[in-house]
């Protein structure tokens, strides 16, 4: 079925360090959003990518929709240790309206 | 604070119990999801609701029922669960059933004993 590939499965960095994690797949999507969830926590939005090519920033976080449209990525810059939890990345393919979560990367921050 | 909220939190029960999930949306939205999130698995989609209607079932077992009464309100209601249906159960809320980002509230962490 629909898959999303997401790697890292875990990090485990020192407080300052940046991240980057990555999602991809072998079909095209038209969106690509990126959640955080913290432990016993619903996941909360943090960007979202519609445009092949687009970068965005949210903050620390900078996420960007690939020009194939089968991937994107996530970067943390300078880690701090309230960026500890799973984030997933989640996207629309052009067939569907339903939205298809990849596994999660585990960010783990050493302070 | 998400404008998404669930009750309960935590719930307990047992096979042959009856349970309702509550799910409750302040943003003025007009989809509604459930999903479940099992351990060591990707969110799986349960149930879509745009405009009070149901418009997809993503093949839930029967002792899983959802209502959706108006559009700010969900429910999941439970009966003759099993153990293997122990997991955190998601609600999200939408602009409608097109729009692309989807909020969530806490969840509610059920355990079936």
């Known amino acids: 079925g629909q898959q999303l590939n997401q790697s890292p499965q875990s990090m485990f960095i020192q407080e300052g360090e940046d991240v980057s994690m990555n999602c991809t797949s072998s079909?095209?999507?038209?969106?690509w959003l990126w959640y955080k969830q913290d432990p016993g926590e619903g996941p909360v939005l943090l960007i979202a990518l519609y445009k092949a090519g687009e970068l965005t920033s949210n903050g620390r976080l900078t996420a960007q929709f690939g020009i194939t449209r089968k991937d994107s990525f996530l970067n943390i810059s300078a880690s701090i240790p309230s960026d500890v939890g799973i984030y997933f990345c989640?996207?629309?393919?052009?067939?569907?309206?339903?939205?298809?979560f990849g596994s999660g990367t585990r960010l783990l921050v050493r302070p | 604070e998400t404008g998404v909220t669930q009750t309960p939190r935590h719930l307990v029960m047992g096979m042959t119990n009856k349970k309702s999930l509550k799910c409750e949306q302040h943003?003025?939205?007009?989809?509604m999801y459930w999903y479940k999130q099992s351990a060591k698995k990707p969110l799986e989609l349960m149930f879509v609701y745009n405009f009070k209607e149901q418009t997809e079932n993503n093949s839930v077992p029967s002792r899983f029922s959802p209502e959706c009464p108006n559009s700010s309100h969900l429910f999941l209601h439970l009966h003759t669960l099993q153990p293997e249906d122990s997991a955190l159960y998601l609600c999200?809320?939408?602009?409608?059933?097109?729009?692309?980002?989807?909020?969530f509230g806490p969840g509610t962490r059920l355990t079936v004993t």
């Open positions: 079909s095209i999507f038209n969106t």
């Open positions: 999200a809320s939408s602009l409608d059933g097109l729009a692309y980002e989807q909020y």
């Open positions: 989640a996207g629309y393919m052009d067939s569907s309206y339903k939205l298809i």
């Open positions: 943003l003025g939205h007009n989809a």
